[in-house]
T-cell receptor
Framework: AQSVTQLDSHVSVSEGTPVLLRCNYSSSYSPSLFWYVQHPNKGLQLLLKYTSAATLVKGINGFEAEFKKSETSFHLTKPSAHMSDAAEYFCVVSLSGYSTLTFGKGTMLLVSP | ETGVTQSPTHLIKTRGQQVTLRCSSQSGHNTVSWYQQALGQGPQFIFQYYREEENGRGNFPPRFSGLQFPNYSSELNVNALELDDSALYLC??????????????FGPGTRLTVL
């Protein structure tokens, strides 16, 4: 079985400051890990994915995440927040080779001017 | 390339009624998954269809059922609606089951309200 824990339900940052959204995972086998973003009234959009290649994964819109097996973490970062980054972010785990996704409860990112 | 589309966008039903939600998968995709997203929660996996056969199911009762058609579009049916079924229902398509298949492309969802 696999699961993800998003450590913060809400994160508030000022525009131009760094973003850190934390995620820990649990998986019996080699996992695939994803971050999805959900803007209000829009579908989920894939930001980035880790599938056992490079541990530092670069995604769209300047986001990146680092897979740390020893810490079972997959935190999402961005050096400088934009107002348009305000949305809900989901950390997701899947067993490699299977297509069922297990979502965390989400972290709402709030960006103030 | 056409993305994943869902219909209707919003729906209001009363307890005990039945509902059908529809999803058209992205062009070239043969696998469709359905998720339920309750308010303030992450999406939860309902079931998946691959080439018209159910290919996995989450922890949902049998009154949640589905179909996939030869063109890979899909329906989610819910019978005997309960208040707790109120949620955003998301459809996602992917290229195939198995390795590399877990990148899923999501539709905008159908917001179901049960009164």
């Amino acid at each position: 079985a696999q699961s993800v824990t998003q450590l913060d339900s809400h994160v508030s940052v000022s525009e131009g400051t760094p973003v850190l959204l934390r995620c820990n995972y649990s998986s019996s086998y080699s996992p695939s890990l994803f971050w999805y973003v959900q803007h209000p009234n829009k579908g989920l959009q894939l930001l980035l994915k880790y599938t056992s290649a490079a541990t530092l994964v670069k995604g769209i819109n300047g986001f990146e995440a680092e897979f740390k097996k020893s810490e079972t973490s997959f935190h999402l970062t961005k050096p400088s927040a934009h107002m348009s980054d305000a949305a809900e972010y989901f950390c997701v785990v899947s067993l490699s080779g299977y297509s069922t996704l297990t979502f965390g409860k989400g972290t709402m990112l709030l960006v103030s001017p | 390339e056409t993305g994943v589309t869902q219909s209707p966008t919003h729906l209001i039903k009363t307890r005990g009624q039945q509902v059908t939600l529809r999803c058209s998968s992205q062009s070239g995709h043969n696998t469709v998954s359905w998720y339920q997203q309750a308010l303030g929660q992450g999406p939860q996996f309902i079931f998946q269809y691959y080439r018209e056969e159910e290919n996995g199911r989450g922890n949902f009762p049998p009154r949640f059922s589905g179909l996939q058609f030869p063109n890979y579009s899909s329906e989610l049916n819910v019978n005997a609606l309960e208040l707790d079924d109120s949620a955003l229902y998301l459809c996602a398509s992917s290229l195939a089951a198995g390795w590399g298949a877990n990148e899923q492309f999501f539709g905008p969802g159908t917001r179901l309200t049960v009164l």
